[in-house]
C-alpha cells in the first residue's frame, strides 16, 4: 500500500498518541532531565531558564542533572564551542557523564542538543528505547532519510519527541496566524540569513530557522516547491494545497534579518523580528521621526526578548506532559520542503513535489 503524505502524517499523531504514563512527570519533585551534546549554546540557555524559573512558572519543576559532552571533531563550530559549555555547565554543578547509558540511567527526560544533525539517530535511539520523552535541537537531522526514521523508531518504542528551532515559538511568528491586522493567512514572504557547514547540505545546517518560519506562518500542506539559486542568494517558493504560496530569501550576503511579510485578506504587515513579539505600528519618538516618511507608521520589536524561552517553555510542557506541541508531520514536511528546495536546485529550478522526495526515501528502505 503506497502512504501517502496524509496518511503518513495521521499514523505519526496516532502512534505518538500512545505515550507512557506521565504520573512521575507530574509529580511535586523536579523533572531530572539530561543534555546529550555540550557544543550547542542552547543546552547552556535552556538550563539557566529552566534553573531560574520561579515557583509557578510555566518553566518550573524542571531540573538538569548530567549531560554527556558530545562534540563533532570535523566541525569547527562543535571544536570551539564545547569547552565553553562545559565550563558553564561545571560551574552550575551539573554532573558530567561518560555515555549515554549512564544518563539514562538518572533522569526522566533528555535534550539531544549535539549540533551536527548527522550524529542524531544514534544520540536518540537509545533514549527512545528507554522510553524518555526527548526533545532534539536544530537540525533533528542531516537528511530527510534521518528525520523520518527517528520519528519512525519514536512510533516503534512509544516514545514521545519532538523537534523544532527555536523561530517556532517566537511571539512575533507565532502571533501572525490569524493576527487581527492580517486576519486569515492567504501567502508569506520570510527572509533569514544562511550560513552552510559542508557536511550537510546546504539549507539543512542553517536553513532550517527560516523554513520553520514560514511553516509556523503558512501551517503546514505545502506540495511542492521551486529554488532559484546564485552565488550570493536564494528564493525558495512553497505552492500550499489550498492554492496559498509562501516563499523564503535566504541571504549570504549582506544586511541579515529575520523575519518576514504577511499577507492576509484584512490586511499586510511585517512579522515581529527574531525573538521579540508580535510588531505594532507605532509613531516614534520626536528625536528619530524625522526619519520616517510622512504620515507612516514604524514598526518595532515588542516586549521580551524571546528567542530562547519560547521554546523552552513549550519543552517544559513537553516534559511534563509527553505531548508533542508539533505534529510529527509536520516536521517531516518541514524537512521534505528543505529536501526539495535541494533537489530543485540540482535539476535547475523546476518544481518537485514534497511527497515524491518521501516517496523516495521510502522505497530505499
Partial sequence: MRLTHRSYGLLCLLSLAVIPSTT???AAEPIKVGVIGLDNYQAVAFTHLFHGAKKGDNLAGLKVVCAVPRHSPDIKESVDSLPRWVEQFEKLEIDMVG????LLKRVDAVLVMSLDGRKHLD???PVLKAGKPVYIGRPLAASLDDAIEIFRRARQYKTPIFSCSQHRFVPGFIGMRNHPA???VLGCSVYGGLTTEPHHSDFFWHGVHSAETLFTIMGPGCVSVTRVSTKDFDLVTGAWKDGRIGTWRAIRKGAIKYSGIVFGD??????GNYGYGVPLNWVPPKAVSALAPKGEHWIAPQGEYMGYKGVAI???KFFKTGKPPIPASETIEIFAFLEAAHESKRQGGVPVKLQRVIDQ????K
Avoid: F, H, N, P
Fill in 99 to 102: 555515555s549515554i547509558d549512564m
Fill in 361 to 364: 526515501v521510502r522505497t530505499k
Fill in 123 to 125: 544520540q536518540v535511539t
Fill in 266 to 271: 484584512k490586511g499586510i504587515l511585517r512579522a
Fill in 24 to 26: 512521575r512527570l507530574q
Fill in 314 to 316: 513549550e519543552i517544559a
Fill in 182 to 184: 492580517v486576519g486569515k
